[in-house]
């Protein structure tokens, strides 16, 4: 697969330091339990000393990564990819910099277990390190003057930025790690006040961090070294955007009782019931809709204030507040497309087993501050329940500012190319919702809905893949599902249901239909984009799968007796 791209192997993939080169290889490595829902921060300071020319880097994790030069976000990912053919970004970080001294940072998440979009890297490369990892190769090259007067001359210099034992790290204390988990990862319980204020800034302190280590052992006999993501590539879809969005109205402020603590926070949303204001005071919360004036909350120990923001429609992103308040203070927050019937967010069960109640906690540091949620999510609505700083429970009230509560919206980009209108407004309609809810299905891969799974079905992509067509015209994003289900093709020549990600790996259940979907699919693309690269690549996988049905035919030239899931 993906043999146009050239194969990124240049420098080392780095991690905490956990004593990779003391564990002898073929012992079973140090596995993924240890690096489930870890937080590891990077960074990497240099000095330039002229104006920066050049600056291109790719950027990678095992697990999910937030770049940052000089305090400012540069980009998130990876995309999603099937471990055998991981992806790394191309950045362009010359904007970002400047003469003096310079900082890369990142924040790194490491799963330790498959997700809707994630899964855990299992051949023998990389189950020598576990799970957990971060790459960057590039280099940075700049132009100066050195010298004055007649003396004066063009200087130039280059430093390689890549990622090994320069870099320091330093696991991160502010997410709390035993917490409820499900397909769409981990709920987060963020402790503001255990977090190194200013670590993403060049005249942060790092002295104290450890020295990140290197993730390469010697192979069998020491001919070939053993590293995490040896078919590493460059990423084949162009980044997603991020755009920031408030809510439009707010429809509901409260007080609740406290419940008793639970290890679920969805729980306290569920057993609290709204009351008006009595013990405690919401004051100017409609500024939230605008840049303008700021809200004041007013809590005490027994009582929090509950309000629910409503964004108008659905919308793809990650919460974000702006708020100043005590140490300690408490932000619950949860989010759905629906309500209950006195107003509170109805929080989605999801898939047993799998699918978990989604519902957060921020605890805040002292003064203003901003926070955005690490991962993104799909919702109308979100309630908020502030509750009383735990660091001080003996004072009587406590008061929060909230400067905003917004989404950083984000999606797959793409322009809206295809038109469609008539004397119909039903249909006029049709098209308009069908294109919206298309675009909210389009990230990092065509998902069956942006809320409740976030998974790449083929059934569902297919579908999303014609829509695309008429409506936009991407091609990117299709080539990439037909190449990333191929990808997840078993032995006999039977593709899964949805891939990457924990279905394709558990093969609890797969459906037959799916492949034939992923067969048309291939066609589709062929004809619409007039491109046969694809097809040639993906010729042989798809000679397989057509070779499954037909062992199922019977005298008739007809499918009988398919095994599996049927879904028709």
């Known amino acids: 697969m993906n043999n146009y791209q050239p194969i990124l192997n240049r420098t080392d993939w780095i991690w905490r330091r956990r004593g990779v080169h003391a564990i002898p290889f073929g012992t079973g490595g140090l596995g993924h339990a240890d690096e489930r829902n870890r937080y590891v921060y990077f960074r990497r300071t240099f000095t330039v000393d002229g104006s920066v020319e050049a600056a291109n880097v790719f950027v990678s994790a095992d697990g999910r990564y937030q770049l940052f030069v000089n305090g ?67 280099d ?215 699918d978990i109640k989604q519902a957060h906690r921020l605890i805040l540091h002292d003064g203003r501050q901003t926070w955005e949620a690490f991962e993104w999510a799909g919702f109308r609505y979100v309630q908020v329940t502030v509750r009383h700083p735990i660091s001080n429970p003996q004072s009587l009230i406590s008061n929060l500012q909230i400067h905003s509560i917004a989404i950083n919206h984000t999606g797959y980009p793409v322009q809206e190319r295809g038109q469609f209108a008539c004397s119909d407004e039903r249909l006029n309609r049709v098209w308009q919702v069908g294109r919206n809810t298309l675009r909210l299905c389009m990230h990092d891969a065509y998902i069956d809905c942006p809320s409740r799974e976030q998974r790449q079905w083929m059934g569902d992509g297919y579908v999303e893949m014609l829509i695309n067509f008429a409506a936009f015209g991407d091609t990117a994003l299709a080539a990439r599902l037909l190449r990333q289900i191929a990808q997840s093709q078993l032995a006999d020549g039977l593709t899964m249901m949805c891939a990457p990600g924990d279905f394709a790996v558990k093969r609890f259940i797969n459906i037959p239909d799916f492949t034939l979907y992923w067969l048309m699919a291939l066609e589709k693309y062929t004809l619409y984009s007039g491109d046969a690269t694809l097809t040639r690549e993906l010729y042989p996988a798809a000679a397989r799968a057509i070779g499954w049905f037909e062992q199922y035919l019977n005298a008739d030239d007809l499918l009988a007796d398919v095994p599996h899931w049927i879904f028709h």
């Not at 191309?90 to 904007?95: D, G, Q, R, W």
């Not at 003469?99 to 020598?128: C, D, F, K, M």
């Not at 007649?150 to 997410?175: F, H, K, N």
């Not at 108008?312 to 919460?319: A, F, H, K």
Request: proline content about 7%.
């Open 72 to 138: 400012r976000l540069v980009g998130r990912g990876p995309a999603r990819n099937h471990p055998a053919h991981q992806q790394a970004d191309p950045y362009n970080l010359a904007p970002y910099l400047q003469p003096g001294r310079n900082v890369i940072a990142a924040l790194v998440h490491s799963y330790g277990r498959e997700t809707a979009w994630y899964e855990l890297p299992h051949w023998e490369q990389s189950r020598a390190f576990g799970s957990g990892g971060f790459y960057l190769q590039g």
């Open 140 to 354: 940075l090259t700049w132009a100066g003057e050195q010298g004055s007067g007649d003396q004066r001359s063009l200087g130039a210099g280059e430093i390689c930025l890549d990622t090994g034992a320069a870099w320091r790290c330093l696991e991160s204390e502010a997410w709390q790690r035993d917490v409820p988990s499900g397909s769409l990862g981990f709920i987060e319980i963020y402790d503001a006040r255990r977090a190194p204020q200013g670590w993403t800034e060049a005249d942060f302190d790092d002295s104290g961090w450890g020295e990140a280590e290197v993730l390469r052992v010697p192979g069998r006999n020491f001919v070939n070294d053993i590293v995490p993501f040896p078919n590493l590539r460059p990423r084949d879809i162009p980044h997603l955007f991020e755009e920031i969005r408030r809510p439009t109205a707010v429809l509901t402020i409260a007080e609740v009782k406290n419940a008793p603590p639970a290890a679920d926070i969805a729980t306290l949303f569920e057993q609290e019931t709204l009351l008006p204001l009595a013990h405690c005071q919401g004051d100017g919360l409609d500024t939230v809709l605008s840049e303008e004036g700021t809200a004041v909350l007013t809590t005490t120990p027994q009582h929090s204030v509950t309000f629910v923001i409503d964004f108008g429609r659905t919308v793809t992103g990650r919460l974000r507040f702006d708020v100043d308040g005590a140490a300690g203070t408490i932000l619950d927050f949860t989010h759905s497309e629906r309500l209950h019937e006195d107003g509170r967010v109805h929080i989605h069960a999801g898939i047993p087993s799998f």
